[in-house]
Each structure stands twice: as structure tokens, then as C-alpha cells.
């Protein structure tokens, strides 16, 4: 074949002559365009999934707790806005500082309880010895039953008059103890309750958490001469740290809403004695023939505004590690 008979393609001035369009390969370049459509398309669920179950709700809640609702609002759509007035009922309440304390002990108690009970088990259960998969998955039960059936039973335990706990009480020679309905014991018994329930999860996550430690850390300190308290305080426990600043967190968004534990419980009483913030949201818009939809969204926003500094601090903490 003569040159003269080639057809010459002249380059572009940037240096490289465009690609054949008859060679394979060599097709129309798909745009940004289709790269961002399909991202969307990827995110599409999960983001309808937040607007519809979280986004919403929110927004809801907002919108109830600054309007005057009533039974007949839903029937009717008439609904006055008021402002901040359900939330000046809510702080000039009188349960507001029982509900508020019950809160703070409830969570900041179980929290502490749990994640120490669980670290300690996570430990226990990282050395391996006989049937140690068969206790761990033992403990595990509290977490897999239903919360209704745990505190169910645990009510049954703490009845005055016929609980497992009493009888070994009166046994061992002591006073009967009215677990449920003293003023002095009712936030206690919910809080045990919750605390057996939690430490399972706790166990789990921690458990994980020394699987990823290296093996050869342990060992460089045994060569050194470490014991036990120092291998935990010095590698085990710093080690774990991130994992354990999210057990916290995970573990205060669950407690703060707790409601079903107490409600079969105790029902928040007697009187205010174990009312705590989902408590009395409840009782606000459930809980009698003239419900307060305004003032019980209220105190659920201030649940929120409780998760979200934990989840602030949380951030926070763990940027100052990260730069560290």
C-alpha cells in the first residue's frame, strides 16, 4: 500500500491524535454526568430510608411540640402555634427534676455498670480455656430475649410478695424488701435490670476489639516481666480505646431511650420515683384521657438534644486522640 493512498490524520495540537473511532475500545467517553447519576441511583435508598424514618420524624416532632395540639387537631388540622410554650410548661413541670435526675442515674449508672462489667468479661473470656465459647454464648441470653420477656421476669424476681430475691432475703434472715413500689428501690430495680440486659452488648463489641490487638504486644510484655494489671493498664486499655469511646456512645443513645423496661417495670412510679424522660413523654401524650401531644414532644426533643451532645462530645474526644 502507497502512502499516497493513506489517509493521514493530523494530531491535535495537545500531541496525541485522536483514537480511531473503528478500533475497539474506542467509543463515546461517558460524561460526569452518568458517574453522578449513578451514584445517586446507589444512594437513593439509603438516603429515602433516613427522610422517611428519621428526617421526618424529627421534623414532626418539632412541629408538635411548638404548636397547640389536641385530639380534635387531627381531626380538624387547627393547631395554633405557640412557640416555645410547651417547652416553658415542660421546664415549670414539677416532674421535670425527678424526670431529669431519674434520667441522668438511670443512664450515667447503667453505662458505667455495663461497660465495666463487659470489659471485665471481654478479659476474662480473651484467654482461652475449656468450654469458654459455651459460657460466652451464655451470656449472650439477656441480649437475645425479647425485652418485654427480661423484664418480665425480672418483675416476677423482685415481687414482693412472691420474688425469687425476697425469698432468699427472708432465708437468709433479712426484712422483706418491696422492690417495685418503695420510692427508695424502684429506680435501683429498673437500673439492675437494665444493667444485666446491656452487658451482652457491651461483651460482644469489647470482645472484638482485643481480637484486632496484636498477639506480639502481649508477648514483648511478657518477656519484660509485665503482670496482668499492667498489660491491661498499659496496652489492653489504650488499645481498646476507640472501640470503647464508641460501646459508650452507642450504649447512652440506647439507655437514654429507654422505655419499655421501666414501663412493665414500674410504669415510672411509684408516684415519680422511676419517671424518666421516655417515661414522661409517654405519659404526656399517651397516658391520660386528655393527652398533651405538645408538651410530650417536648421532652422528646430534649431526649434528642441529650443524644446528640453525647454524640458531639463523642467527635470531639475523638479528634483530639486523632491528632494526637
Known amino acids: 500500500m502507497s502512502i499516497d493512498t493513506m489517509e493521514r490524520r493530523e494530531a491535535p495540537p495537545g500531541g496525541r491524535p485522536d483514537p480511531d473511532p473503528g478500533l475497539p475500545g474506542a467509543g463515546p467517553r461517558r460524561g460526569p454526568g452518568a458517574s453522578q447519576l449513578t451514584a445517586w441511583a446507589f444512594l437513593a435508598p ?28 387531627f381531626i380538624d388540622g387547627t393547631a395554633p402555634f405557640i412557640g416555645l410554650e410547651n417547652f416553658a410548661d415542660v421546664f415549670a413541670s414539677p ?12 443512664t450515667g449508672v447503667s453505662i458505667a455498670f455495663q461497660f465495666t462489667i463487659g470489659m471485665a468479661l471481654a478479659v476474662f473470656f480473651f484467654q482461652r480455656f475449656p ?78 476489639g482485643l ?4 498477639g506480639d504486644i502481649y508477648e514483648a510484655a511478657a518477656l519484660d516481666g509485665a503482670n496482668a ?11 481498646l480505646r476507640p472501640v ?33 424522660f421516655a417515661i414522661w413523654s409517654y405519659q404526656l401524650g399517651f397516658g391520660s384521657t386528655l393527652p398533651s401531644f405538645g408538651p410530650a414532644a417536648a421532652v422528646g426533643n430534649l431526649l434528642i438534644v441529650m443524644a446528640l451532645v453525647c454524640g458531639f462530645v463523642y467527635l470531639r474526644v475523638q479528634r483530639k486522640q486523632d491528632r494526637s
Open 46 to 73: 439509603v438516603v429515602t430510608y433516613l427522610a422517611v424514618f428519621y428526617v421526618w420524624p424529627l421534623v414532626r416532632n418539632v412541629d408538635l411540640s411548638t404548636h397547640d395540639y389536641t385530639v380534635r387537631s
Open 95 to 106: 416532674t421535670f427534676g425527678p424526670a431529669l435526675m431519674n434520667t441522668l442515674l438511670f
Open 131 to 208: 468450654l469458654s465459647s459455651t459460657l460466652r454464648a451464655l451470656f449472650l441470653v439477656p441480649w437475645l430475649l425479647p425485652l418485654i420477656v427480661s423484664a418480665s421476669t425480672w418483675s416476677w424476681m423482685l415481687n414482693s410478695e412472691s420474688g425469687v430475691v425476697n425469698s432468699v432475703i427472708r432465708t437468709l434472715g433479712g426484712d422483706q424488701v418491696n422492690w417495685l413500689t418503695s420510692p427508695q428501690w424502684a429506680l435501683t430495680s429498673v437500673i439492675i435490670a437494665n444493667i444485666w440486659i446491656g452487658i451482652p452488648f457491651n461483651l460482644v463489641i469489647l470482645y472484638s
Open 211 to 214: 481480637q484486632n490487638i496484636p
Open 229 to 239: 494489671w499492667q498489660v491491661f493498664r498499659r496496652i489492653t486499655f489504650p488499645l
Open 244 to 276: 470503647s469511646a464508641i460501646t459508650i456512645l452507642l450504649g447512652l443513645v440506647y439507655t437514654l431511650k429507654v422505655f419499655d423496661i421501666i414501663w412493665i417495670m414500674t410504669r415510672g412510679g411509684p408516684g415519680d420515683a422511676s419517671t424518666t
